[in-house]
């Protein structure tokens, strides 16, 4: 039996129901992603599998079914939970199974796909409206799996990072002594996605179809969401659209605030360069898994060279901050 | 001697040869491999060309010491740490990172908004 068919057998086992692989959506670092058909009787569903490839510094599946089931509940676009195993026995790893949402889901696709102006603005507020739902679900409801992050906390865990990258980055360092030395008011923490942006989301013709990934989802300010959609990086070289290539910051907050967000500046500024320098930490700790001969993967070898435009993203939010 | 073609010549020449010759043959996860490699012939070729005699000297300047770029870049990293020089800092470390964005993605720097 291939490897493939082991998972198939598994997976089947997992939803009770026969389940063939039809496809792979893609193979990332942390885990694959299957397109699968659950065949019961005469119908056939379409799904998705998620299996994870390691269990490194991802949230338990478990974890993750709990949230997805949190955020369709708070009114967020999310597939829905179909099974889920915190140990599937050919990979002796996580698995969750999920419906499968029709829709684009490749940046440039998302991009193309967009008719006019009024499509990006319209989807730059829906994902407003999406991160102001997400951020009602407080701290008491998340899983309690998840990490409980202050700002200093953030910082401290960023500097544990850094500190053991086999190369020195000064533009980082001075990057994290700006986030101590110019520090913004804390909010009640909620649940953060964390990575929702122009990647890890479908977009179909009315828009925002489901928000995808949560594996790096954690309890803190949720000010920190907003700032990582608006990340240069993810608008794939459209950079006169801030929100994914897309939309307007005002799109994004106006469907913020109006879904009952409360919006902070200082906050959003403060994330922006955090997350600029949580981004060139791990595209130099993916350069350091291949200089180290952990992979021969010449994509992470190529995440090196990416580090410098989130050095001068870091510099220049930091040059151009608000000064109070 | 130097021989010919040069490094940055061979360099393009792969790089166009992946383009052109190589990927319209692959489909999928080798042709984006390809393009990768494609990419990366170019960084190389820029980096060859790169020059950091600026930043060295700017180092030297304030932080008033000798040294290679690797052991200046890591008095400062220790400095930053501890809460030191950040203001004085950050115009040499915006010009270091704009000119290794440019080796990386030429244009990168031509617009942030």
Known sequence: MTRAEQIA???????????????????GAQRATFF???????????????????VLGSVPASAEADMLRLADRAGVPVPDVIAVSDDLPSVGAPALVVSRVEGRTVPRHILRGLTDEAAGESLARQCGEAFARLHTIG?????????????TAYVDDLEAKLDVLDNVRPAVRAGLAWLRANPVPEAPITLVHADFRNGNMIVDDNGLAAVLDWELAQVTDPMQDLAWM???SWRFGNDAKP????????????GYEAAGG???????????VARCAWWAIGLAGQAAAFTSGLTDAIMLAASGRRVPELEYDLLRLIADAPTD | MIDRPDAALLLEAMAATLTDKVMPELSGRAQHQARIVANLCRVVARDLADDATDTTAALTALLGTEGSLDDLAATLDHHLAAGELLDEALPLLLADAARRAEVAKPGYTDDTS
Do not use: N
Not at chain 1, 139 to 151: D, M, T, Y
Not at chain 1, 262 to 267: F, G, K, P, T, V
């Open chain 1, 9 to 27: 057998t598994d997976l089947g086992e997992l939803v009770g129901a026969e389940v063939r692989i039809t496809g792979m959506a893609s193979v």
């Open chain 1, 36 to 54: 699968i058909d659950i065949l019961d009787g005469t119908t056939s569903t379409p799904a998705v599998a998620q299996v994870s490839a390691s």
């Open chain 1, 139 to 151: 701290e008491a409801q998340a899983p309690a799996s998840l990490p409980r992050l202050s700002h």
């Open chain 1, 230 to 232: 608006c990340l240069r």
């Open chain 1, 243 to 254: 929100v994914g290539g897309f939309g307007s910051v005002t799109a994004l907050r106006s």
């Open chain 1, 262 to 272: 409360s919006w902070r500046d200082d906050a959003v500024h403060w994330w922006s």
